[in-house]
C-alpha cells in the first residue's frame, strides 16, 4: 500500500515562495514507470494538474510553469513541490499524488490547505 502525505505551511504572504513535501512510504520514488504528482484545487474550483517528476525528469503544466518546480530528495523517499511569486489565487488545497504507466492516478495524499495572503 502507497502512502502519501503532504506538509508545509498553510499561510504563506504574497509575492513568496510556497514549498510543499510529500513523504511517501510503501513505494520508492526511484521506482521504474512510476510518476510523483502535484494537484491542486482552489476553493470551489476543479482540480488542476501541476507538474510531475519521475527519476530526475519534470514536466509542468503550461499555465504553471514560468513558476513551478519539482524536486525529490531519494534519501528521505520525498519530492518537493515550490511555487513562487504566490498570490491569492494560488490559494487552494494542495495534494501530492501518484500514478504508472497507465496515467490513472492510484494513490493520493490527503491533501494539505495552502492560503496566500498578507
Known amino acids: 500500500q502507497v502512502q502519501l502525505q503532504e506538509s508545509g505551511p498553510g499561510l504563506v504572504k504574497p509575492s513568496q515562495t510556497l514549498s510543499l513535501t510529500c513523504t511517501v512510504s510503501?513505494?520508492?520514488?526511484?521506482?521504474?514507470?512510476?510518476?510523483w504528482t502535484w494537484i491542486r484545487q482552489p476553493p470551489g474550483k476543479g482540480l488542476e494538474w501541476m507538474g510531475r517528476i519521475r527519476n530526475s525528469d519534470t514536466y509542468f503544466s503550461p499555465s504553471l510553469k514560468s513558476r513551478t518546480s519539482i524536486s525529490r530528495d531519494t534519501s528521505k523517499n520525498q519530492f518537493t513541490l515550490q511555487l513562487s511569486s504566490v498570490s491569492p489565487e494560488d490559494t487552494a488545497v494542495y495534494y501530492c499524488a501518484t500514478y504508472g504507466a497507465l496515467g490513472a492516478i492510484d494513490y493520493w495524499g490527503k491533501g494539505t490547505l495552502v492560503t496566500v495572503s498578507s
Open positions: 510503501g513505494e520508492s520514488i526511484t521506482s521504474n514507470g512510476r510518476y
